[in-house]
Nanobody
């Protein structure tokens, strides 16, 4: 029900846009998030957006570099990434939540009901 795409290899300082295509049913969920997981680490929160796009959250390490957005006409959520760093290397997952809450709530993995399969982003130094 969620299909992530857009990953690949990019040099440090470059940019990349990830897409998360959702079924119509899933796209009606209240919140969408992007998470990432590097080898040997836990899955961590990156960004989230409310269903109407009027509220967004970002983890501190990506603020000012990443932008989350959604296109309701295409049932798609995006993660635009600029000024990429080697430490951004990870598998990126999109996820959908049945509710929208505070930053503390939306950054929790268990808050999300549906998950995409992940797309690998590799940033070379």
């Amino acid at each position: 029900q969620l299909q992530a795409s857009g990953g690949g290899l990019v040099q440090a300082g470059g940019s990349m846009r990830l897409s998360c295509a959702a079924s119509r049913r899933t796209f009606s969920m209240f919140g969408y998030g992007w998470f990432r997981q590097a080898p040997g680490t836990e899955r961590e929160f990156v960004a989230a957006i409310r269903w109407n796009g009027d509220s967004t959250y970002y983890t501190d390490s990506v603020k000012g570099r990443f932008t989350i957005s959604r296109d309701n006409a295409k049932n798609t959520v995006y993660l635009q990434m600029y000024s990429l760093k080697p430490e951004d290397t990870a598998i990126y997952y999109c996820a959908a939540s049945a509710q929208w809450g505070t930053y503390s709530a939306m950054r929790v993995v268990d808050e999300y009901r549906y998950w995409g399969q992940g797309t690998l982003v590799t940033v070379s130094s």
